[in-house]
């Protein structure tokens, strides 16, 4: 099947790059964020060296409670292969998605939070701190409507 993409930049004068974003998400066919678009945010991570990875990833599951509380899920990626936030084997297809829709090859590492919208909220090409993600997802609109909810 082809993938379909839809650029929309303006409507009226207004910038849409959210529905963009949220169009590209859900006409590619073999989008694997699909499924979290409007329930779970998103938290993409990928080493060219597997103790950098393993190591960013221990912090991320070292605070379990609070990426649950977060609505947070987490795909990671190596050199050769992927796993899904349930730990399982990323198919090839998927794998190859993450790599063209993320990862550039300048990339030695990179940690990447989707929103629920489906919109990039952050990048760093260096590990990122639970902390430093919880505070930035803290102070979105999103989740402080959910917090009050709470």
Excluded at 4 to 13: D, E, F, Y
Excluded at 58 to 86: C, M, W
Aim: hydrophobic share 40%.
């Amino acid at each position: 099947m082809v993938n379909q993409v839809v650029r929309l930049s303006v409507i009226n004068g207004m910038m849409i790059s959210n529905l963009s974003i949220w169009l590209t998400l859900t006409l590619t066919s073999s989008n694997p964020l699909e499924s979290h678009l409007w329930k779970q945010r998103v938290v993409i991570v990928f080493s060219r060296n597997t103790q950098t990875l393993n190591d960013q990833l221990s912090h991320f599951y070292e605070a379990k409670d609070e990426f649950t509380d977060r609505d947070l899920v987490i795909y990671s990626l190596n050199i050769k292969q992927g796993t899904y936030p349930d730990q399982k084997s990323m198919s090839q297809e998927d794998y190859q998605w993450f790599v063209q829709n993320y990862i550039q090859d300048k990339d030695d590492f990179l940690v990447v939070l989707i929103g629920k919208d489906g919109g990039t909220k952050f990048k760093s090409n260096i590990t990122v701190a639970n902390s430093k993600l919880f505070d930035l997802i803290d102070s979105m609109p999103m989740r402080i409507q959910e917090m009050k909810g709470q």
